[in-house]
T-cell receptor
Framework: DTEVTQTPKHLVMGMTNKKSLKCEQHMGHRAMYWYKQKAKKPPELMFV???????INESVPSRFSPECPNSSLLNLHLHALQPEDSALYLC?????????????FGEGSRLTVL | AQTVTQSQPEMSVQEAETVTLSCTYDTSESDYYLFWYKQPPSRQMILVIR??????QNATENRFSVNFQKAAKSFSLKISDSQLGDAAMYFC????????????FGKGTHLIIQP
């Protein structure tokens, strides 16, 4: 199994809503990542979890709250978002953090904030 | 810190022909990895090819090969016998491991395959 599964694929929410994005992998990878990708731009790193502990938070606003309940799951909790937060949110995993950089990506969750 | 430059926002190639996508980067590390990732429209990003900087031999994966020039810090991707399924955004990404924090992607090259 070489898949990273993200749900939902599409999400529309208002600025006062609370929602969550979910990511799951069963490859035994110990590092998981959230990236944000705007249209026609490269992915930008948001968070890194290594062995279920937050390793990197790239100065992301607190309205984005990551959670890693176990080594296979990664959530991104969303609250009080702004329209400029509309983007494709990509989850990725790697065998280890800071090993060789090879990432396995999910298909992404496309978020629209009204 | 690493920087990466992809100077071709868009490239177009006829089906079955060869195309080369360019990438230059800057790093102070002596040992690192280089990646090309492919992102088809509305599909997940996948690894196309990787190169370890300590290896002099250029990496190849079927129709995909790289021209790695370490001194020039250049890492171009050659796609031979282009197919319609090769149409995608292609991102170059250096990675130095150790103290580096995740991949830094170039701005990408949009590859169009003309039938």
């Amino acid at each position: 199994d070489t898949e990273v599964t993200q749900t939902p694929k599409h999400l529309v929410m208002g600025m006062t809503n609370k929602k969550s994005l979910k990511c799951e992998q069963h490859m035994g990878h110990r590092a998981m990542y959230w990236y944000k990708q705007k249209a026609k731009k490269p992915p930008e790193l948001m968070f890194v979890y290594s062995y279920e502990k937050l390793s990197i938070n790239e100065s992301v606003p607190s309205r984005f709250s990551p959670e890693c309940p176990n080594s296979s799951l990664l959530n991104l909790h969303l609250h009080a978002l702004q329209p400029e937060d509309s983007a494709l949110y990509l989850c990725a995993s790697s065998q280890e953090y800071r090993l060789d950089g090879e990432l396995f990506f999910g298909e992404g969750s496309r978020l629209t904030v009204l | 810190a690493q920087t990466v430059t992809q100077s071709q926002p868009e490239m177009s190639v006829q089906e079955a022909e060869t195309v080369t996508l360019s990438c230059t980067y800057d790093t102070s590390e002596s040992d690192y990895y280089l990646f090309w990732y492919k992102q088809p429209p509305s599909r997940q990003m996948i690894l196309v090819i990787r190169q370890e900087a300590y290896k002099q031999q250029n990496a190849t994966e079927n129709r995909f090969s790289v021209n790695f020039q370490k001194a020039a810090k250049s890492f171009s991707l050659k796609i031979s016998d282009s197919q319609l399924g090769d149409a995608a955004m292609y991102f170059c990404a250096p990675y130095s491991g150790g103290g580096a924090d995740g991949l830094t992607f170039g701005k990408g090259t949009h590859l169009i395959i003309q039938p």
